[in-house]
Each structure stands twice: as structure tokens, then as C-alpha cells.
């Protein structure tokens, strides 16, 4: 018994195993590799060109400097690309919360009828679509070219997410929605009183999914919008990007960049900007998020 119990201690180092540091040791070394991308992101946006030509990954600039964030945001269009966004995400992600959550309880329930050819049309569309010229050439016969409508419609419904948001709704018990019916209260009832008040876990992070992904669109915006002053954010940091690259390539020196007004600093700092938001957002969300996604990617 002792020999036993001697070889099961043989790698334990105080209450950690030899296994559990090398796991310790392996995370932190990820974690540095993540870490560090994105300091070096946030050092270039805060130092001088010529700082930056010198030494390009530096962690921390030893002359600090705003001249990037203060250049980003007298440009002024930053923050047309912020409130264009800003319109987007009020009125696209509750639009898409609900076109998701309703088709997704209709689905969930084995008595509606032609769920499975309904559910088949939904799947193929994540398998096969038409492409780009038939979605403008509808969008343009709706006559939402040239409006945030046609961004807002577009990423509006995801197949992918209904799908985690239906599996999620089938593992709730039936007994509960009979017991409403058996009370009086119709489907739409049923929906927002009792399945969304106990799917907070799947709603928080099909909410995440669809955030992000408005947050973070752009294609769709270059295709439909052609107006500089209707721009979200991300099409904002694309033209600055490549502004900024087109006077890095044609300075002729380090003096000349620091003129043009577009360097890498404010390259980085809007890209720092544009992230901040997101970095905000996802910690209210994130103790629901791993139990949504394994609950709504199993089919009970």
C-alpha cells in the first residue's frame, strides 16, 4: 500500500503535480503569445516614427507620445465610422435576436408543421447560396443600395446560430410548455415568458456571435454602400490602413511620414481604438458563453 501510494506522489511537488506545471508553464507561454502581439499594438500607437523605425518591436515607447490618437481623431472620420456602426448594432442586433429566437422555438417544437422541410431549407443555406450579384441585384430592387438597411438585413440571420439556439430550446423540458397552454397562454406567450427567461446562457452568446460579427463587418458595407459618410468603422480603419501604407511606401523619409499626418502609430491606434468596444463588451457575457455554446452545439 505504501509503494503504491509512494508512486502516485513520485511527481507531486507540494499540492501540484510535475503535470500540473508543465500545463502551468505551456499556458502562460500562449498567453504570451497573444499578450504580446497586442502590447506591441499599443507601444507603436503611443511612439514617434522614427522610435518605432528603430525598433519595431518594442513593448514600451521611452517618449510616450498621443500625436497618433490626437492625428486619428482630428481626421473626424473615426468617429462617423463609430455612430454609423452604432446604428447598425441598435437596430440590427435585436432585429437579429428575434428573426433567430422565433424561428428557432417554432423549430424546436415537434408538433410544428413542416419542420423538417423548413429546417432543410435553413441548413442548405449554409451549404449553398446564390453569391454576391444575386443578393445586390435584390437588395437593389428592394432600393436599399446605398443604405444601412441593406448591412442590417444581410447579417441579420444566421443559420448557424439558429441552429445552437434550437438545439438549446429542445432540451428544455415540454412539461413547461404544456403547463402555459394548459394556463392560457399562446406561443408568442409561451416564447418570452417562459423559454427566453430560462435560455439567458444561449441568448447571451448568439447576442456575442451577432455583436462581433456586426462589429466587425465590412464586405458587406463595401458592396452596398458607396457614400464615405455612411461607412462603418471597419471600412473607416481599411481606408486608413491603406492610406497609411500608400504614405509609408512613398515617404522618402522619416520626416516626411511624420508630415503625411498617416503613419504606422495611427495605424496601430485605430486599430486599438476600433478593439476597445468589443474588449468592453464580451466580459458581461462571457460567464454565459461556454455553457450556451456546449448546451446549443448538443442535440438532445
Not at 500625436?67 to 437596430?91: M, P, Q, S
Not at 511624420?258 to 460567464?287: D, E, H, R, W, Y
Request: proline fraction near 4%.
Amino acid at each position: 500500500m505504501s509503494t503504491h501510494a509512494e508512486k502516485r506522489h513520485k511527481y507531486r511537488v507540494g499540492k501540484m503535480t510535475l503535470l500540473d506545471y508543465i500545463m502551468f508553464i505551456v499556458l502562460i507561454v500562449l498567453a504570451l503569445i497573444i499578450l504580446i502581439p497586442f502590447l506591441n499594438v499599443i507601444a507603436i500607437s503611443l511612439a514617434s516614427q522614427k522610435e518605432y523605425a528603430d525598433n519595431p518591436m518594442l513593448l514600451w515607447p521611452k517618449h510616450p507620445t498621443l500625436d497618433a490618437y490626437r492625428a486619428l481623431f482630428e481626421d473626424g472620420r473615426l468617429l462617423t465610422g463609430f455612430w454609423n456602426t452604432i446604428k447598425i448594432l441598435v437596430v440590427g442586433l435585436p432585429l437579429s435576436l428575434f428573426l433567430t429566437s422565433t424561428m428557432a422555438y417554432g423549430l424546436s417544437r415537434n408538433k410544428f408543421p413542416g419542420k423538417k422541410f423548413i429546417f432543410f431549407l435553413v441548413l442548405f443555406t449554409m451549404i449553398f447560396n446564390g453569391g454576391i450579384v444575386p443578393l445586390y441585384l435584390v437588395m437593389k430592387s428592394l432600393h436599399l443600395t446605398g443604405s444601412l438597411w441593406s448591412v442590417i438585413l444581410v447579417g441579420s440571420f444566421s443559420a448557424f446560430n439558429m441552429i445552437l439556439m434550437m438545439n438549446y430550446f429542445q432540451g428544455l423540458p415540454e412539461s413547461l410548455m404544456e403547463s402555459a397552454r394548459l394556463d392560457g397562454a399562446g406561443e408568442w406567450r409561451i416564447l418570452f415568458s417562459v423559454v427566453l427567461p430560462l435560455a439567458a446562457p444561449i441568448m447571451a452568446t448568439i447576442t456575442l456571435f451577432y455583436g462581433v460579427a456586426f462589429w466587425n463587418g465590412w464586405y458587406d458595407a463595401m458592396i452596398f454602400l458607396r457614400k464615405a459618410e455612411m461607412l462603418p468603422l471597419q471600412n473607416v480603419l481599411r481606408t486608413i490602413i491603406v492610406e497609411s501604407s500608400t504614405n509609408v511606401s512613398n515617404a522618402a523619409s522619416v520626416d516626411a511620414l511624420n508630415k503625411s499626418g498617416f503613419s504606422t502609430g495611427m495605424k496601430m491606434a485605430s486599430v486599438f481604438v476600433s478593439m476597445i468596444p468589443i474588449m468592453c463588451f464580451f466580459p458581461m457575457l462571457q460567464k454565459h458563453f461556454a455553457k450556451g455554446v456546449l448546451t446549443g452545439a448538443i442535440k438532445t
